[in-house]
């Protein structure tokens, strides 16, 4: 096999710099889609049928649809909404992981919080905390620290899903992948150095979330 390592440092500061906005682009998502997660999630634990009908809705909308397509969504849809011609790849492709990376959040939630004890919740209304404090102070951290196995797979797998915003021109590591390749037309070398990369930073997270799983692990026992 013809392998020409030249060609890779040629184009390597372009797709650091496409891997640069893959790491933005996925930070904002998933921080964002815990945000937005940990609210449609107390939504549908709600006891107002219209919010959780509301919230299940989201969710299964966004589940149920690719993310090709709801990034189609947001950048040509979002524009006729707003009454303008366009918005910019960088907003609409973030937008769209945002929103999400939101519905696979709150899942994430749900079913951290439902595991958690329910006398946990009585014992701590019996001690005269409202639903609010007994969540924010009981509930919720017990859960966070629960769901941080599956945050860590949905950061890896958003990282690998924002490859999809290429096809609207956002310059991130595919996309420069892209570009390497039409002015290389070397397909192996280009796609071969993008998935190293790609790998680099998926090995990366699973090691930090490691490590938090550990840390928090050893807080327990020491507690």
Known sequence: MDFRIEVVTKYLPMLLQ?????VQLTSIAVTAGTIIGL???????????????????YVDFLRGTPLLVQIFLVHYGLPRLLGTNSISP???????????????????F???????????????????????QAMYYIILPQ????CIPPLGNEFIAM???????????LR??????RIM???????????????????IMTLTISQLVSYLERRFAKDDHGE
């Open 181 to 199: 390749l039409t002015r290389s037309f070397r397909p192996i070398e280009t796609w071969l150095t993008v998935a190293l990369l790609y790998l």
């Open 159 to 169: 990282l690998k899903d924002s490859s999809l915003v290429s096809v609207i021109a």
């Open 90 to 108: 960088d907003i609409s492709g973030s937008i769209a992981l945002c929103i999400n990376s939101g519905a696979y959040t709150a899942e994430i």
């Open 172 to 177: 991130e590591l595919t996309q420069s992948g």
């Open 18 to 22: 496409g891997m640069k906005m893959t």
């Open 143 to 146: 859960a966070f620290k629960r």
């Open 110 to 132: 749900r079913a951290g919080i439902q595991s958690i004890d329910r006398g946990q919740m009585e014992a701590a209304r019996s001690l005269g905390m409202t639903y609010a």
């Open 39 to 57: 609210f449609i999630s107390l939504l549908r634990l709600s006891r107002f049928k219209p919010l959780v009908w509301l919230a299940r809705a």
